[in-house]
């Protein structure tokens, strides 16, 4: 047998262009992997150049005068706007206030950029602006400021929602992946998957036996319960597009030490391990919009995973692993049947599996 | 969760292991067919239970990856020409061409979008009447019956702006084109599970005969492939040369008739060239002549072209069992899934893929102190 023989062949490229050098912006580029992190390293990242946007966090942290404040933004371009246990709406709010969250802040207050298309209906508007009151009031936030455009029918996808958000931090912590120690706990909030499983539900038309809701939600309560109680938290991070996995792998990467999970540990309902299996999915990289993992000194694990069982929200927290002082900067996991393996960063999005 | 949890069980999985030491007194090489079991074993770490004597080396039963170059160009400029929607399954649209990959024809703003079904292409079809719809037909055996049907229905609904660009491939003149090559170090076969629920394993008794080879069907999940490893290595402890089935919650000897029926109402057999390893004869399927209407390359009338691959991928040796991606200078460095050289490194199956993903370096999988 031979490997491909040689005939008359064009004269082209010898091996593929690269991804990070296509002409053009994919779709992989927004979907929170590896993509999107060339991007900001190599466009965002060199022209704008400064030392709180190189901390690549969720949010940027700094001082005025006495007071420590966060800041932090984010869009919501989700389709369809209305799925079981949310909407663009409630994700808009809640997006934003759990970044502020995760840099140890308490949220204040947001701004709401709206970008409409010409032909929403009112009531649909009307719809989403009574869900993100909702949210905000459930989050102790005010909208104090927005903005509002109509683009042309055709050029956005019923209504694209931009927030911003301040808040500040109370707590003399400083919460990064820098702040990482060997021995310290990885705690996860709850179980993982709802999310993206939900919306491609809808988006798909597939139908599973219950539906499968979103866990859009805010989480900066939990948050505040673990920093009012003195737990010593050396870094957050909530999970969204990318799963739990690419969390996981941005802090490993950032701290430049090994995290080490169990894949027996993490909690995923038994409906989303179902659609995931159907599809061909990991649950690992499937997005989540009310969860968090918290990197803790291991003497708080305890008391911080009792603290987030007092809470609705935190009532299936575990702990999924441990951070290890080879410097390895990778994710590792013990799989169920009790062998090793390194969970990478996803490249592009996750396929649906062919047969 | 039922049929899932079953046979991801660390305890069951340790007392295999345990029965294989048992059973095993010389070194054998196993070759697994299908790139889902591939995946399985390195996602799994099913591979660091075995026994050392037992070798497990990854075939070419990935179809995205043995896809020829040309048949990826040809999609790539159906999908590239004005009113064309051309639908593919998901894996499909980043494998390399020449030049670019679907996805970079989708980004320019041609119409590519991913189906799970090819039915769901026939739908679009239907209701787009004024364009034209090409659906991507990759795939083995299992895919052959829905891709079958799409075609039948078509023509029976009178759907005319429908057609499907046909990249059908047969596992059984693989393990043939294996077994038959001077470089061949297979002893023994975990057949593709899936693909024998449609076509049964019947076809696997005259080349077990032949070549005196055990063929067990196998699985997908840890157990069923730790099961049928250990029921491989046993036949070749014995000397005996049978097929066997142990994926039997799904497989049957004789298969799923009406789905091959189907099959051959619609497709006959004909010769195929598989990425990396070359044309092997009567290894594919290809549309009826009464069908010949919907298929994609007559339709558009596309001219036979030949590329050449990269010349440091060598993912035809890797798919054949000869190589393993770690051997291959390229892997990790010039070649990783965001710069793929070969289509192994891009497939959610591909045996690159999947050792990049779980593996990255033997090395520094040791270092990570992985092994517990």
Redesign the interface.
Known sequence: MENDTKSRSTPAFSCPIPIEQYPHVLLAHGGGGKLTHQLIEKLFLPIFGNPLLETRHDGAVFELGSQRLAFTTDSYVVRPLFFPGGDIGTLAINGTVNDLAMCGARPLYLSAGFIIEEGLPMDTLWRVVRSMKQAADSAGVQLVTGDTKVVDRGKGDGVFINTAGIGILQHGVTIAPTRVKPGDAVLLSGDIGRHGIAIMAMREGLEFESTIESDCAAVSGLVMALLEAGIEIHCLRDLTRGGLASALVEIAEASGLQVQIEEAAIPTLEDVRGACEILGFDPMYVANEGRFVSFVAPKDAEKALSLLHEHPLGNQACRIGTVTDDASGLVTMKSRIGASRIVDMLSGEQLPRIC | ?KF?DEY???RA??RFAQALKKITTKPWTIMEVCG?QTHAI?????D??LPSQVTLVHGPGC??CVTPLELIEKAIEIASTPGVIFCS???M??V??????L??V???GGDVR?V?SPLDALKIARENPDRQVVFFA???E??APANAMAVFQASRQGIHNFSLLVSHVLVPPAME??L??S?NRVQGFLAAG?VCTVMGYTEYEPIAAKYRVPIVVTGFE?LDILQGVYMCVRQLEEGRAEIENQYTRAVRREGNSPAQGLIRDVFRIVPRKW????EIPQSGLGLQPKYAEYDAETRFGLAA????????CIS??IL?GVKKPHDCPAFGT?C??????GATMVS??GACAAY?????RDS??Q??????
């Open positions: 969760m899932i991801r069980d660390g999985a340790a889902g390195v996602k799994f770490g099913v660091e239970l179809p995205v399954f998901g894996d649209l980043r390399p061409g020449n030049t670019k990959d996805l970079a989708k980004a320019a991913i799970y990759v795939g083995f299992t895919t084109a294996i038959s090559s470089t899936h840890p990425r990396g390893i070359g072209t030949s590329f050449e691959e990269p010349r440091e035809g040796l054949q010039v990783t899934p965001e710069h793929p050289l959610s199956e990049y993903r779980y593996r990255r520094r999988q270092a990570a102190g992985g092994m517990q």
